[in-house]
């Protein structure tokens, strides 16, 4: 077989597939070209979903028609010079092949003018055509690209495009999500002659927040965190929803990286992470986040649709992320939630303070009569069973003769069906799911006594044998240092068996093999060799205990001070407003909310 040097139009439309794959990865590369450019202003028109026509107008800087040919020509460009350059790359685009690329595939015309010039210059381009001389062209500062006819010579890509209703959709994602990464840009999207949606310039927080709500929707706004952290020399800032705000699929997933929109598996693991113990696992997080570094500690040229990217230190970016956001979602610390009344006396551990005593503020009395206002209280699950067997009722005690002003989650007043708890507060009413937010209690308190004490395994007197099959034996055998982390000793004394010789002292009286078996059946949804997953099989496994174990169950009828008691204790706990399913623990509404049910003041 002869070697023989390809010609330079087969070349570009080969390099061509690297970039360009439908109208949408045309768009993303003129379009960050447009930004690199300083535009302030970015008009996009498409017809027939951009595979008829696409078109970018710009007001950046332009380019000089000495200059044009240059622009159209692979491996030129403006933005990097030295090695030094590539390993600091600062702008969207660098590797100057995305006009060459799209000519090869379609038709172009590129006009351009710069402030300095008296009028633009046109240069009209056709696939495996000869590169024309430029001429003049009357237009605005700035730079307007068209390109049409997407394919039309290369019919063997033309057939994977779809109709022009889903190209549309890719369009219309790919425009909002570089003006996500681009506030400043405004931003019209035109489809057929007719605006689908302008995004503004923001200008301040408020703007920025519309500006927002017109790209992501307005739920996606009223159910954000806002989030600023600095720290290891990153800076991450932006909006993360509230887990109930969860979704089927990871569309309301963005997160840009020195404004570079990133699709990164270290980086979706790390915010996966941070929603572990709030969010069921099959649901996922919505975010926009914004994250700042320093451009040499990352590697962006990995890929030539620029979206992968190669940390330098992956394990400081993962931490980063993950705590900053899970900080975040967890809310304000117990101590900021629920400061503890002055006056109050000291209570045991694992004790709340009863506002409910005597010389609490007066305030309307429950339907139902008081409980007694001296004495500690147990508050138990009925005949509530440990998912892995029985164990010692649970406890919240209440200290005596406490006076406090108007907590949080305020005093109880009834108990609804013996599901939810009605609470009255200083601005509205609470209501409060008793056993999503116990639940939660119980998941803290599992993960806090379990938390530095992976050492701390008791032997067991017989030990006992779990029969699996053949490849969990395997994928547990190959987890066994994970394992031994939670305090579970176990060896391989079979093709289907396991024998267990010492378990976690935390989980004393549990049905060990059961517990076994679900950390196996973990296992196999997850890389065993990825240590982040340790997290998210013992979240998993401890959200199961909590939710089957102790917790108050729905039905079980409590007194005033009980009810009172666990208001308090929610209160003191970390990540208390959603179960560990990521289901809202309480809803509050405010007067204000009352009052419009009820036309109030109309």
Sequence with gaps: MTIK?????????????????????VLKELMENAIDAGASRIQIEADEGGIARLQIHDNGCGIQRAELALAVTRHATSKIASLDDLESVATLGFRGEALPSIAAVAEMNLASRCAEDEHGWLLALRPGETLPDPRPQPMPCGTQITVSRLFHRVPARKRFLRGAKTELGHLDATARRLALGAPEVDVRFVH??????????????????????????????????????????????????????????????????????????????????????VLHYSRHPAYLLYLEMDPRELDVNVHPTKQEVRFREGRRIFDFLRRSVQQAVAGPAPAAFASPP??????????????AGPDAPERPEPASPPAPASGAVRLQSGSAQMLYGSAAPRQLLIAEDAVAPTPPL??????????????????????VDMHAAHERIVLEELK??????TAVSQPLL???????????????????????????????????????????????????????RDLVSDLGEADVLDLHRLEFTLDRVLGNMACKSGSVKAGRALDRMEMNALLRQIERTPRS??????????VELSMDALDKLFLRGR
Excluded at 412 to 431: K, R
Excluded at 448 to 453: E, I, M, P, S, V
Excluded at 481 to 507: C, K, T
Excluded at 579 to 586: A, I, L, M, S
């Design 448 to 453: 806090r006594r379990l938390q530095g004490q």
């Design 192 to 277: 057929q002659g007719r605006m689908l949606w302008h995004a503004r310039a923001a200008e301040d927080d408020a703007a920025l927040e519309q500006r927002i709500a017109s790209l992501l929707g307005e739920e996606f706004v009223d159910q954000a965190l806002h989030l600023g952290y600095e720290g290891q020399g990153l800076r991450l800032s932006g909006w993360v929803a509230r887990p109930a705000f969860s979704r089927s699929r990871g569309d309301l997933q963005h997160v840009f990286i020195n404004g570079r929109y990133i699709r990164d598996r270290l980086i979706i693991g790390a915010l996966k992470a941070a929603y572990a113990d």
């Design 342 to 355: 002055q006056n109050a006396a000291e209570p045991q551990s694992g004790a709340v303070v009863d506002p």
């Design 462 to 516: 017989l030990p006992s044998t779990v029969n699996l099959q053949e490849d969990e034996a395997d994928r547990a055998e190959e987890a066994l240092p994970m394992l031994e982390r939670l305090g579970l000793d176990l060896r391989r004394v079979g093709p289907q068996q396991l024998e267990i010789r010492a378990a976690p002292a935390l989980l004393d009286g549990f049905d060990h093999a059961a517990l076994v």
């Design 410 to 431: 305020g005093f109880a007043l009834a108990q609804i069906h013996g599901v939810y708890i009605l609470s009255q507060t200083e601005t509205g009413a609470v209501l």
């Design 5 to 25: 040097a390809l010609p330079s139009h087969l070349i570009n439309q080969i390099a061509a597939g690297e970039v360009v794959e439908r109208p949408a990865s």
């Design 577 to 586: 407003a959603q179960c560990c399913h990521g289901r809202p623990t309480w």
